[in-house]
């Protein structure tokens, strides 16, 4: 029996509500709605497997882009998101987004890392010392977008 190839759409409302959305093979579509983006592929997997009465599927999961982020924003990284041990900053510039659904940051004192959107809370460059804005916007080789 060969694989099944399903595609599924996840779309970002808001932080932690991420609705994933299957096709069926009559036209009619399973939408869940799930709270972080590691859920997101499970989510998919369990509604194709459903929709198409099988367990042999290939799911193929298309991320929207969050639509409270920008490229330019300046965040902060959320706790979990942070070795609060390394002694770096936990604030970062948005330098883009991935395809499978992170987020592409520059962190001040840490070069580079991905990140799921809901780990990151957009702020204003008044939030920061002046120093780590100037390093960021270095790092990320463009001005800040300014306040959220």
């Known amino acids: 029996m060969s694989r099944r190839h399903v595609t599924a759409q996840a779309t970002?409302?808001?932080p932690n509500v991420i609705v994933v959305t299957v096709d069926g093979p009559d036209g009619s579509a399973s939408s869940r709605t799930v709270s972080s983006t590691g859920d997101i592929s499970s989510s998919a997997r369990k509604q194709a497997e459903v929709a198409w009465g099988s367990t042999s599927i290939d799911v193929d999961v298309r991320m929207s882009t969050p639509p409270w982020l920008a490229e330019g924003d300046l965040v902060r990284l959320s706790g979990s998101a942070?070795?609060?041990d390394d002694g770096n900053?936990?604030?970062g510039q948005i330098v883009g987004f991935m395809i499978v659904g992170g987020v592409l940051i520059v962190q001040a004192g840490a070069?580079?890392?991905i990140f799921a959107p809901e780990d990151?809370?957009?702020v204003s460059p008044e939030d920061i010392d002046a120093a780590?804005?100037?390093e960021l916007e270095d790092r990320a080789g463009?001005?800040?977008s300014g306040a959220p």
Do not use: I, K, M
């Open 89 to 91: 900053q936990p604030y």
């Open 12 to 14: 970002y409302l808001a």
């Open 142 to 144: 463009r001005p800040s």
């Open 111 to 113: 070069g580079a890392g």
């Open 120 to 122: 990151l809370t957009v």
């Open 132 to 134: 780590t804005v100037e």
């Open 82 to 84: 942070v070795d609060p």
